[in-house]
């Protein structure tokens, strides 16, 4: 049973950055698609980004419009880790951020999403 930990969530004042960080165990990180998602109060959960495997050590990663630029996913391996680096934080990025996993080499959307963390919960003050 795949079982995903995010922590690293709190509270940031806008322009602030935080590192959110994914530990899983039940599965091994390196030839699967990461990614993380988010959810607003009263909005639907949303892609935010991704870390899809292309072949050996290599990845490519997807962002969503509103984060591009100013998040970045990555990961660690040999520590079963997936981070999500995030920067120029704004008060619209304030929600629960929650890791997932695919059990295939992608993870594009919530579809190919097999395995949900517990959430994490950023706010972002003005």
């Known amino acids: 049973q795949v079982h995903l930990v995010e922590s690293g969530g709190g509270l940031v004042q806008a322009g602030g950055s935080l590192r959110l960080s994914c530990t899983t165990s039940?599965?091994?990180?390196?030839?699967?698609?990461m990614g993380w998602f988010r959810q607003a109060p009263g909005k639907e959960r949303e892609f935010v980004a991704s870390?899809?495997?292309?072949?050996?050590?290599?990845?490519?990663?997807r962002y969503a419009d509103s984060v591009k630029g100013r998040f970045a996913v990555s990961r660690d391996n040999a520590k079963n880790t997936v981070f999500l680096d995030m920067n120029s934080l704004q008060p619209e990025d304030t929600a629960v951020y929650y890791c997932?996993?695919?059990?295939?080499?992608?993870?594009?959307?919530?579809?190919?999403?097999?395995?949900w963390g517990q959430g994490t919960q950023v706010t972002v003050s003005s």
């Open positions: 997932a996993s695919s059990s295939s080499r992608q993870l594009e959307g919530s579809n190919d999403v097999d395995s």
């Open positions: 039940g599965r091994t990180l390196n030839r699967v698609g």
């Open positions: 870390s899809k495997w292309i072949g050996s050590n290599v990845y490519s990663t």
